[in-house]
Each structure stands twice: as structure tokens, then as C-alpha cells.
């Protein structure tokens, strides 16, 4: 576990969770927890072990964005560090499979960075909202930039221009959480799809996120030299011949990142 004030941090094997953890205030954002989790995912980011990464929130939310009570007076009130900002490129370039597990309210930039991790579930009764016009700003963490990627330009817009809150069935329907679960259940699934993803050889799954970022700004002829140098060389690895043997041996496979 770690010393963070404002999140938890905690590393099991090959797999990392990251909770924001201000549970009586549904973990609203301060400049303490914009530092800690920049902090934080550079860490992870640079940790070989670790293989996927979950990112949540304690007790009833996941993220509503900034706290708005802290942020009347104080520290809380001077703006964030502009470095702060690059928590949504951490969450989606790191060579790990980031997970959004959503318990709860998710809206402004806790929405965004929902966004910016690869694969989104959240709990029945999770509530969203873009939010940031409801309190006349433009936005950040890279909403605009993020959401038509998963859900198309049109609905993307209309959520930021509308911000009407809508519940977790409408997420799943519209393609923005992959799955929901019940609140009773939830932790348990969502645990079991990350340790799932974190037995999954760690050069081809590093090396296929990877692919999915370069994709996002390259051109197809481009990509896919790319994309065949990569194939070549985890097929190549020892990590693929352990995989094959496993496969014809009916057993699981033991990889060793190399």
C-alpha cells in the first residue's frame, strides 16, 4: 500500500489499483489528488511488473470531478499544476491495460479520465455527466478528444453540450462501459477481469496497447509497418513459444516478459 494522503496505491503481482480515496466528499478532486495521482501513474507507468493497471474510487463514487466545496478556499483553490493535466495521457498511452472500475458518480474530469482508460465497467446504480457547462467552463481532461473515439462525434457532443446526468444502463447501450454489474458483485467481476488481463504475456500486451495509441495518429501504410515489426518480434519471443507449448500441453502458460 502507499503513503498517499488522497488515494490509495497497490501492487499485487503483476497487476496495480489506484483508488481515489475521499470517500466523504465521493472523491472530489483537490490539487493534493491531482499531484498524487500524476505522482502515481508515472510510477506505475515505469513499473516492468505490473501489467494492468485498475483505476476506481472508495466508498459510494468513483470521480465527480472537482470538489467544489474545497475548492472556495485555500490551497485547493490555486489552479492545478498544468503537468497535473497529463493524468489522462498517462491513463491512456501507458504500456499497461488501464481499467476504469466506476462505482459510482462519474462526471467532469472523472469522466474524463474514465475515458482515457482502455476498457470501462461500472456498478448498476453508477450515475454520469460530462457536467463542465453546467458550471460554464469549456472542459479538460480530454473529453473532447476522447469520448467520439468510443461512442462517435455526434453522441459525444450532444453529452458535453447537453449535460444531462444518465445512468449505467445508458453507458452500456450507447457503448461507453463495456459491461455493468450489480453494486453486490461488481468489485468481484471487475477484480476478476483485471486479474484476468494481468496473466496475459506482458510483451504482447504491452506491445498491442501500444499499437491501439500508434493507430490513433498514423496512417494505415505507415501503422501497419509498424504494426508487422512488432508482430514479428513477440512471435519471435520466448513468451510466444511458452504460449504455443501451453496450448498443446493443455496447461497455463508461465510467461517471463522476454
Not at 511488473?49 to 474545497?70: E, Q, Y
Not at 447537453?162 to 449505467?168: I, Y
Request: overall charge negative.
Amino acid at each position: 500500500m502507499s503513503d498517499y494522503e488522497t488515494i490509495l496505491y497497490d501492487v499485487e503481482g503483476t497487476r496495480a489499483t489506484i483508488t481515489m480515496n475521499r470517500p466523504d466528499n465521493l472523491n472530489g478532486i483537490t490539487n493534493a489528488m491531482m499531484r498524487e495521482l500524476y505522482d502515481c501513474l508515472n510510477v506505475v507507468a515505469r513499473d516492468d511488473s505490473v501489467r494492468v493497471v485498475l483505476f476506481t474510487g472508495s466508498g459510494r463514487g468513483f470521480c465527480p470531478g472537482v470538489d467544489l466545496k474545497a475548492s472556495t478556499s485555500g490551497e485547493a483553490q490555486a489552479p492545478f499544476s498544468k503537468a497535473c493535466f497529463h493524468i489522462t495521457s498517462l491513463l491512456h498511452e501507458m504500456p499497461k491495460v488501464t481499467v476504469a472500475g466506476i462505482n459510482g458518480m462519474c462526471a467532469g474530469a472523472g469522466f474524463g479520465w474514465a475515458c482515457a482508460c482502455d476498457l470501462r465497467y461500472a456498478t448498476a446504480s453508477a450515475t454520469f455527466n460530462s457536467a463542465f457547462l453546467g458550471v460554464a467552463i469549456s472542459g479538460d481532461m480530454a473529453g473532447p478528444w476522447l469520448l467520439p473515439r468510443i461512442i462517435g462525434a455526434s453522441k459525444a457532443r450532444e453529452l458535453f453540450f447537453m449535460p444531462d446526468k444518465f445512468k449505467a444502463d445508458e453507458a452500456e447501450r450507447i457503448g461507453l462501459v463495456s459491461k455493468t454489474f450489480s453494486d453486490e458483485t461488481f468489485r468481484d467481476e471487475v477484480d476478476a477481469i483485471v486479474d484476468r488481463l494481468s496473466k496475459a504475456a506482458p510483451l504482447a500486451i504491452g506491445e498491442m496497447k501500444r499499437n491501439f495509441v500508434n493507430a490513433e495518429n498514423m496512417p494505415l501504410r505507415d501503422y501497419i509497418e509498424l504494426e508487422s515489426e512488432r508482430h514479428s518480434r513477440t512471435g519471435a519471443s520466448a513468451d510466444s513459444r511458452e504460449a504455443f507449448h501451453a496450448f498443446v500441453e493443455k496447461r497455463e502458460p508461465q510467461f517471463q516478459g522476454r
